[in-house]
Each structure stands twice: as C-alpha cells, then as structure tokens.
C-alpha cells in the first residue's frame, strides 16, 4: 500500500502547469516537474529518476474520494473546531492533486510534494492530507492519525 499527500483545494484556480515547473526549479534542490500537465505529472531528481508521481482530479470526479476522506476524520485526533474546519474543506473542496510517495526515495519524495504543496498554498484553500501524519492547514497540524 502506498502513501499519499493530499492537497485538497476548495476553488481550483486554473494555475498554468508550466507556473508549478518554473517554481519547483526555482527552488534549487534540483527537482524537475515533467508530463502533459495537471491530470499526470511526476517530479524527477537531477539524475532524472520519479521521486514523485501525482495528478489533479477536479469537479465530480474528485467527490467521491472527497467523501471517502470524511469517512477517515472519525479516527483523527484533534479538536472539534479543526474536526469541522476539515469537514467544512472537504464539503466545498472542488479540487485536489494527490501526490504518491515513492518509498524507495521516501525522504526527496516528500521533499517534492511538499514543494507542490507550496506552490498551490500560494492560492487560499488548501488544506493538506499526508497519510499516516494527519490534516495540514498551513504548516499547521490541525489532525492527528492516531499511532
């Protein structure tokens, strides 16, 4: 079973691809985001390895594993007032760009989706799921997976 990070994101904005490319190689740690565009993309290291595979799902077709994810806030730890703040997310979420972990590079691929994720904080909107961690609002842990 993989691990994922979930940004889920209340209004897509429409960010042009090539806007996540140009960020992530500003960033200087060597990180290449390549693919046709949101839908499919992969982040390589230097050497040209996938450190990162990830796609956008927008509209209905990100419903269902929105609600599946409301299923999962049961289990949590955290306070009323974030268990809601998450529920209210993911209730008028329209978007989310799910990034899977390659475990073989575990620690360059957090490294990458962290920097998706920084790129799409920009924009207001944008809590973050990491399987096994909890709900991020910010740098903020509002929900803990229990150990």
Known sequence: MG?????????WPGHEFAELVAFVAAQDEGFVVSG?????????DARGDAVL???LT??????????????????????????????????????MVG????????????????QVISFLERSPGVLTQVDTVGWYDGDNLILQDPE
């Open 99 to 114: 990034m899977q972990i390659v475990m073989s590079r575990y620690d360059e691929s957090v490294a990458a989706a962290n």
């Open 53 to 55: 595979v990830a796609d």
């Open 36 to 44: 046709p565009g949101w839908a499919d993309f992969e982040v390589h």
């Open 3 to 11: 691990v994922y990070m979930r940004a889920v994101i209340t209004s």
């Open 58 to 95: 927008v509209d209905d077709r990100a419903r269902e594993e929105l609600d599946e994810l409301v299923e999962f806030l049961e289990d949590v730890e955290g306070t009323a007032t974030a268990r809601q703040q998450v529920t209210d997310h993911l209730a008028s979420a329209s978007a």
